[in-house]
């Protein structure tokens, strides 16, 4: 299965910055996704990462908010802008492969104060 | 309302104990994948299951998928402190689409 590389791992971050996570995948994949688990939470999926176009983004989620890119198979960028106390929580990235399901990245945890 | 029903919220066994996990779709579910974390990090990948009636055990782990596709357990035998963490059901509620998730189990074991 394929191997995700995320980061920063973690980070602190001012009110109203921007932060951009990255996901680094070891061979190309079709399916990308970006979960955010809020504290005490599951999982919520932000958006799908589509390659050469725009992502598709689920019910909530706008791209304003979170614009994603993904300029090849292997590499996607999630970006939390503007940023409130409120988006303190852990974003993951995921990957899907037909043969091996759903990979996910070890997630960056993020702190908004 | 949830896509995934997962049951119990929580649990406290003692170190030993057998214990079960469930997770309930009123659909059909494409696959069905567990995975566990521990608190603050990523998620560790434990089992995927597509067809109904599926059985699959590592260790001391085995998830079942029930004929009907819309039902799924994990047990642990002899829990250890190692099982400890939070526990996660994710499902294909459309085929290739995206993983919905069930609000996950915490599980404590009490050596």
């Known amino acids: 299965s394929a191997v995700i590389s995320q980061k920063p791992s973690r980070d602190i971050c001012q009110r109203g910055t921007s932060l951009t996570i990255q996901c680094q995948v070891d061979s190309q994949v079709t399916m990308m996704f970006w979960y955010r688990q809020q504290p005490g939470q599951s999982l919520t999926l932000i958006a799908t990462?589509?390659?050469?176009?725009?992502?598709?983004?689920e019910s909530g989620f706008v791209i304003d908010k979170f614009p994603i890119s993904r300029p090849n198979l292997t590499f996607s960028t999630l970006t939390v802008s503007n940023m409130s106390p409120e988006d303190s929580s852990i974003y993951l990235c995921?990957?899907?492969?037909?043969?091996?399901?759903?990979?996910f990245g070890s997630g960056t945890r993020l702190t908004v104060v | 309302s949830q896509e995934l029903e997962q049951s119990p919220q929580s649990l406290i066994v003692q170190e030993g104990k057998n214990l079960t996990i469930n997770c309930t779709s009123s659909?059909?579910?494409?696959?069905l994948y567990w995975y566990k974390q521990k608190y603050g990090e990523g998620l560790i990948f434990l089992m995927m299951?597509?067809?109904?009636?599926e059985e699959k055990s590592h260790e001391k782990i085995t998830a079942k998928l029930d004929e009907k596709k819309q039902q799924s357990s994990l047990h642990i035998t002899a829990s250890q402190p190692s099982h400890a963490g939070i526990y996660l059901c994710?499902?294909?509620?459309?085929?290739?689409?995206?993983?919905?998730f069930g609000a996950g189990t915490i599980l404590r074991v009490k050596s």
């Open positions: 994710g499902a294909d509620i459309v085929y290739g689409n995206k993983l919905v």
């Open positions: 299951l597509q067809k109904g009636g």
């Open positions: 995921s990957v899907g492969q037909t043969n091996y399901g759903y990979t």
């Open positions: 659909k059909t579910l494409y696959g």
């Open positions: 990462a589509n390659q050469g176009s725009e992502a598709t983004y």
